[in-house]
């Protein structure tokens, strides 16, 4: 099978990690643009050039496509970019050309744009720093209320603001009328950082009225959809590790944790089923959701763990950001069979859910199966999301420490998944919050 893959931008989770899952069925094709051509936190992809990459592309059998990528530069440009209605709308009919021409499923997937409760600049517009929270108060009153008691942004700001959040609505809307075509075989629009009111909700309700599919979450839906991508049913039963408090709402989402674990196996073409293929194990919290780097707190894993006697996958989401402790502790105290389909705990719930599904989905119907290209990436995943996430990102490590602050976790997790190339470090984009893992 053949997949051309467009990212949302150049983070190791965007790029590396859908090339890591793909790997480990070597049947798949995965082809991506140059990571170059890809957007970071300060400059926008190389649409043109990338365009020339889909246009060059031999017969695909499907595209996952991250739209926001061809139609702003990225995900994050799709928020700063001061590009008009009518470039924008100019530029995706170039794209429905070239991949009409390409005759291959199209599986895509487009942002809300999303309003952060902060007033942190670093993936908004400049005015963020001063106007971010207040911005926030705005939009959650005029959805909640129908007004504000008293207006606090300047008129030239909000007019900015609006005037950005109403562009990309009406291109949503023209993916919306491609869909109602046929042009996609799957369209999703996507929504990260929600509240329980604001714009971004009632665009997101305006798109399910309109006969939209909305998803909460963003960066794994890529992934997602390379599962679905991949034909055949797989059916997963859940099980939750605290059943009882599975109604309840995780950080930086709007549905329950139940809900977004559902919507994940849907989405991924998957089927729930207690007569299961899989068994997804939710390592799900009580009362709230903790993050360490937050230093928000929780009740960690006081159960008993014993390795299940039939195939098996992990979503740790007791905490955002990072993996329980506790439980990664007892995990290591068992070993990793032939049953064992993966583990995840990287940023938000859905996050994880949706790389972790893919990549147990495509283990399950690997027609050529590279065990060692799933054990290297369940050592990615656990040095990343257990011991860096969890511990060392604590230690606010640079990049002539990092090495050094990783190593214990390394021979641990090296070891328990027998391992031998050396592992290396780096920051991409120049800040704590991911780290790149490779093994060289």
């Known amino acids: 099978m053949k997949i051309g893959f467009i990212p949302i931008d150049n983070r190791p989770v965007c790029y590396n990690l859908p090339i890591d899952i793909a790997a480990v069925d070597k049947s798949i094709e995965i082809f991506l643009p140059d990571r170059n051509l890809l957007g970071n936190l300060t400059k926008s992809a190389d649409v043109e050039k990338i365009f020339e990459w889909i246009e060059n592309l031999p017969q695909m059998d499907a595209f996952i496509v991250s739209l926001d990528t061809l139609a702003y530069g990225g995900l994050i440009p799709s928020r700063r970019c001061s590009d008009t209605f009518n470039e924008i709308k100019c530029r995706i009919e170039k794209l429905k050309m070239l991949l009409t021409k390409k005759n291959a499923k199209i599986f ?3 942002s809300i744009m999303r309003i952060s409760n902060n007033n942190v600049n670093e993936e908004e517009k400049e005015y963020w720093n001063k106007w971010g929270k207040k911005i926030f108060n705005y939009s959650f009153c005029m959805h909640k209320f129908g007004q504000v008691c008293r207006k606090e942004v300047p008129d030239e700001i909000l007019d900015d603001y609006l005037s950005t959040r109403k562009r ?61 991508a991949v034909q055949g049913d797989v059916k997963i039963a859940p099980v939750f590790l605290e059943p009882e408090y599975k109604n309840l709402v995780s950080n930086y989402e709007d549905v329950s944790v139940e809900k977004s674990v559902l919507g994940q196996i849907e989405l991924s073409g998957c089927s729930v089923d207690n007569d299961a293929d899989i068994v997804l194990f939710v390592n799900n ?5 903790g993050e360490i780097v937050m230093g928000l707190s929780t009740n960690s894993f006081d159960g008993v763990w014993l390795k299940p006697e039939s195939p098996y996958m992990i ?20 070993d990793f069979d032939k049953d064992f389909y993966g583990y995840s705990a990287w940023n938000t719930t ?17 027609k050529n199966y590279d065990d060692i290209a799933f054990r290297k990436l369940q050592v990615k995943r656990f040095l990343d999301d257990w011991a860096y996430q969890a511990n060392v990102r604590q230690l606010k490590p640079d990049i002539t420490s990092i090495k050094k602050d990783m190593s214990d976790f390394e021979k641990i997790v090296t070891e328990k998944f027998d391992i031998k190339d050396k592992v290396e470090y780096s920051f991409p984009w120049n800040r704590l919050f991911e780290v790149e893992i490779e093994f060289s």
Do not use: H, M
């Not at 905490?319 to 105290?333: H, I, M, Q, R």
């Not at 859905?350 to 690997?366: E, M, Q, T, V």
């Open 108 to 110: 895509a997937f487009s």
């Open 168 to 228: 990309n609505f009406e291109i949503n809307k023209i993916y919306l009328d491609w869909q109602k075509q046929g042009f996609f075989d799957t369209l999703v629009f996507s929504k990260d950082d929600c509240a329980e009111f604001g714009f971004n909700v009632q665009e997101a309700q305006t798109l399910e009225s309109l006969g939209g599919f909305v998803k909460t979450g963003a960066d794994e839906i890529p992934l997602t959809l390379l599962a679905r």
């Open 285 to 289: 919290f009580k009362n709230n959701q």
């Open 315 to 334: 979503a740790d989401v007791r905490f955002a950001n990072g993996a329980d402790n506790k439980f990664v502790e007892k995990l290591f105290k068992t």
């Open 350 to 366: 859905a996050n994880s859910l949706g790389s972790l599904i893919c990549a147990a989905k495509i283990k399950f119907l690997a």
